[in-house]
């Protein structure tokens, strides 16, 4: 008998509008999430005080834990401060760092992890991975997917804009993700999930195809929406193939090379996702992706975040190891620095046409 169906894990609740963090504690009581509000609430130390001065009345049986930063360290002392208070679930309140903590703690303790986003700068709000520093730079960490996603939109807009224009970058490249993934079950057979990524390249297309922007609520929660499935389709995954290729180990490159001068998480997947689909030779997609980012005012070229031409072809040089046994369109054509040189010479000068 053939199997019809799969279970797929995916919050129980995606909240997206104007106004969510209003009905949060109503949330997490009629979803049963947690009907006696015992709550450990994780918080940044700066900004989260504001919503901490807000939201504590509605929710009286809430404690609040200050995160300093995104460690490893950070992650663990907190598991460590909230183990055996008996709370119903875990809230990672803020942004990316304070969300991978409290994902990281709520699974060291074996609570249900609820995430709410005050900006939308990443694809990890909804992922079942926890992108933390540690002493060796930064590890990535296995979680279970949050139980409930909320995201505010007028939180979202009060979030400085370069946040914003980050998360675009991040949905964006998913197109560019797929692609690769496709192109490594073409050459070596690698097994691809075709509802992963199914998933991804529409949350990427859906935002690279809106004719809004920013300061749209439309655009805001198509972008929102395509960062949570592009979370779930990770968990589908059971990896981040679905949002991690080339332009992902271009990021990683410069992160590694340049660590006190990289841009924005998704300024840089952005940029190495324009100039992977150009080296695939889909320059029409390149070139639309390229015209899209520079709308929402994402660079497209290095010289746009303060790199020269030279930084960035060793930026891509280096790239393929940052992701050991990741096989994309940069370890297909395993390039030399001059042809990467000359590559990319062709890229500036079609997208500056």
């Not at 980012?293 to 030279?310: K, N, S």
């Amino acid at each position: 008998m053939p199997v019809l169906t799969r279970l797929i894990p995916s919050p129980v609740v995606v909240d997206i509008r104007r106004g969510a963090l209003d009905d949060l504690a109503g949330l997490l009581a009629d979803q049963r999430i947690s009907a006696s509000g015992k709550l450990a609430v994780a918080i940044s130390d700066g900004s989260g005080r504001a919503l901490r001065e807000r939201l504590a009345p509605a929710l009286p049986g809430a404690h609040w834990y200050p995160v300093t930063n995104g460690t490893l360290d950070s992650a663990v002392k907190l598991a460590d401060d909230i183990k055996g208070n008996r709370y119903d679930a875990v809230v990672g309140l803020g942004g990316g760092k304070i969300v991978d903590v409290a994902k990281y703690a709520a699974a060291r303790v074996g609570l249900p992890m609820v995430a709410v986003a005050t900006n939308l700068a990443h694809d990890g709000l909804c992922s079942p991975v926890a992108t933390l520093d540690n002493d060796n730079g930064r590890g990535s960490y296995g979680v279970p997917t949050p139980i409930a996603v909320v995201i505010d939109l007028d939180i979202v807009r009060e979030a400085p804009a370069r946040f914003v224009r980050s998360g675009i970058g991040d949905a964006v490249s998913n197109i560019s993700c797929v692609a690769d993934w496709e192109l490594a079950h073409a050459v070596n057979g690698e097994e691809i999930d075709g509802l992963a990524a199914a998933m991804a390249r529409q949350a990427g297309e859906a935002v690279l195809r809106h004719p809004g922007g920013i300061g749209d609520d439309a655009f805001l929660k198509v972008l929102a929406e395509g960062l949570v499935l592009t979370g779930i389709s990770m968990s589908v995954a059971g990896d981040s193939r679905p949002a991690s290729g080339a332009c992902h180990e271009i990021n990683h490159a410069f992160d590694l090379l340049y660590p006190k001068r990289a841009a924005s998480h998704g300024e840089q997947v952005g940029l190495g996702a324009c100039f992977a689909m150009h080296l695939r030779g889909a320059r029409e997609d390149s070139l639309l992706m390229a015209v899209t980012l520079r709308r929402h005012g994402l660079p497209v070229l290095p010289e746009d975040i303060g790199f020269t031409a030279d930084e960035f072809v060793q930026a891509v040089d280096y790239a393929p190891q940052t992701r050991p046994g990741r096989f994309t369109i940069l370890e297909h054509l395993n390039l030399s620095t001059d042809q990467i040189r000359d590559a990319y010479a062709d890229y500036a000068k079609t997208i500056s046409s």
